[in-house]
């Protein structure tokens, strides 16, 4: 009962958190706000203390979370910008794991060398979500936040990796350069090609059996998307793969998966809600941990401290800020080098200006935040030695961690939208090639509406062809002037234009019509609660579709 009561307050938090950042008088960052409701919530007097074990919040929260991230990020970007992702989540983890680690031991020589590359592994990684909460959806230029989403994707596999054989180390004393490479490659590609297996073996089996295709109740074949980071994860694990990357790589494959693709629009209407639900609830709970761990963390080392000296106080404090600036300092360098070696290969090529300046090189090292998978990575460091002795350090990594994790949240709430100010992002890179796709879509609807009324007017009589053919052209004219207001002519795409921005008012305050008579209707028994809620949907469907290309 206790677990049932802790999982209710802790969905209360998440959606009180969604209210407390509308109505704050100041713009707050909603990952900061369900950390401090967190914070709140550990209050002595409250008496909401939640065990963090990291093996069940790995596998809980993080594998549905990076499987929505990997099925919505767009892919053609992710191959565009591979080198910088790549140099971000596979050199820059590895780099940081090998100075910051010797920087960690140098800094506090009480702990070892092993533990200290462990920590150094696990502040590695960033959070995109985080990242995104903070700066807000399009604040950061399009191509530099796909490679930010990018690196956030495939550097929580690299840094747990470099995790896993620290922690070996740690234990045995023993660390092999040629073994651990090796080990990685194929934790690696064995976790990419496990996810995407799971996610095809899914599309197969809901294709065959759930019937997607065929017009019917989509909430079985929801809820088996729902079961396909989870199976990823697991299975990746029990084979002693990367479950990180295979949930990512089950997202992405569910592009190009039937089960998403394929089948009626009430599945992709519905999946996309629900995943839409359980991203935000999820998100919620992660920061809402982070925050109920961080006052017995943070707040408990820093009183058995204080019960010393306030030197050691301060002694702690210094060493959180020392670890982070080694952290911003090794990110700036790595990201100015690789802007280096990219100008250097364009000025080959006879370009010039062809690489961002200093302004993005400082805003990719704020940007990378660190989240609750650097808080599970640190606290699954072992408690003790196969000998039974204590981890040295231990206590004072997961300290250290922790106060890095809420410092760079902290940085990159006041500095990002400083850096961000007067940006100008200029021309959507898309704009283009969205305005040529709705162009082609159009004139291939009016094709298709052609072919149709061809056939279906061969065999009527002259009334009943005449009817069709106004049908016909009522509908043509939808994507006529959609075809208007795209084209080159000033003159008709204004008038286009302007005809579009009525037609939209009226079908909006028409729609708003029919769900206010709805609502009369049932408020006085003339309809059920059932013949509300499908006439309800279909109105709000369309008013959907419609607000969105308003939009």
Known sequence: MEIVFTVLILLLAVAASGIVARVLPFALPLPLVQIAIGALLAWPRLGLHVTFDPEIFMMLF??????????????????????SILMLALGLVFMTVLVVGYFVHALVPSIPLPVAFALAAVLSPTDAVALTGIAGK??????LMHILEGEALMNDASGLVA??????????GVF???DASISFVIIAVGGLATGAAVSWLFSIVSAHFLRVTEEGDPAPGVVMTLLIPFSAYLIAERFELSGILAAVAAGMTMNYASIANAGPAASRVRAASTWTMIEFVFNGMVFILLGLQF?????????DAHEISNTQVWLLIGYIAEVTMALYAMRFVWVWLLRWFASRGAAKHGMTNAVPGLRTVTVTTVAGVRGAVTLAGVLSLPEVLPGGTPLPGRDLAIFIASGVILTSLLVAVVAL??????????????AAEEALARTLAAQAAI?????LHEAECADLDESASAYAADVTARVMDLYRRRLATLGDEKEPRELARRADALEFRMKLAAMRAERKALLALRNTQKINDETLNKLMR???LLETALTSRGR
């Open 62 to 83: 993080i594998p549905p979370l990076l499987f929505a991230d990997g099925w919505r990020i767009p892919k053609r970007e992710l191959f565009m910008a591979r080198r």
């Open 138 to 143: 399009g604040r950061i230029p399009g191509r």
């Open 163 to 172: 995790l896993k054989f620290a922690i070996a180390a740690a234990l045995t």
């Open 176 to 178: 092999s350069l040629r």
């Open 295 to 303: 006052p017995h963390i943070l707040g408990r080392a820093l009183l």
């Open 417 to 430: 939208p400083l850096l961000l100010r007067g940006w100008r992002k200029g021309k959507d890179p898309h």
């Open 447 to 451: 094709r298709a509406v052609d072919e």
């Open 538 to 540: 279909e109105v709000d």
